[in-house]
């Protein structure tokens, strides 16, 4: 069986000290390296606030784990990750089924070509750390917008234009709600014994 290309994203508690997080990171990267695993990248996206809450916590600490293996490695730390007290949750994608060493070295070596860092105004560019871009000086790339400038008839008779009306939907009629007899209270199958 070829080794696949896993990517696993680790939401933990919020509640856990530099320590235990420094502690469950190379717990996460000794049970992979014990399973012969190999780890591409590992991401610390840092203390998050959450869409909703996970186990009555409004904010938790994301860990990205990028790692080629084999499908036992990948059950193995799922496994570990069911016991464990600080995971919240987990989730587990398979990026490529066939993920030879060769493919991994170019990856490798991608990943050491490319910047790590995301430029703030432009996720999708990156930017160096040692030199990072410097919003005051640097140009920007959008263009300003236009500015009315009236015409000289206008200018003369001192009107402005009323601007333009958009033509709203006519609004259909709502059918009318089907009648609802009034709420009775169910009646027994046994005769009322005042009667």
Do not use: C
Request: a negative charge; aromatic letters at 8%.
């Amino acid at each position: 069986m070829h080794p696949r290309r896993y990517e696993t994203l680790i939401l933990l508690s919020p509640n856990m000290t530099p320590v235990q997080l420094e502690t469950f990171k190379v717990k996460v990267e000794q049970i992979l390296e014990s399973q012969g695993a190999k780890v591409l990248r590992t991401e610390d996206w840092g203390r998050k606030t959450l869409a909703y809450p996970v186990h009555k916590e409004l904010h938790g600490q994301y860990l990205l784990y990028d790692f080629q293996a084999e499908p036992k490695a990948e059950s193995e730390l799922k496994r570990n990750l069911k016991i464990d007290e600080f995971v919240f949750k987990h989730l587990t994608l398979v990026l490529d089924t066939k993920f030879t060493d060769e493919k991994f070295q170019e990856e490798k070596a991608k990943l050491a070509a490319k910047p790590q860092k995301k430029d703030p105004q432009d996720p999708s560019k990156s930017y160096d750390e040692d030199n990072p871009p410097n919003f005051a000086t640097d140009s920007n790339d959008f263009e300003e917008a236009p500015v009315y400038e009236p015409t000289t008839e206008e200018e003369e008779e001192g009107v402005k234009p009323e601007p333009q009306k958009t033509q709203e939907p006519q609004k259909t009629q709502k059918a009318p709600r089907p009648h609802k007899p009034p709420y009775r209270p169910h009646r027994s199958s046994k005769p009322n014994p005042a009667k």
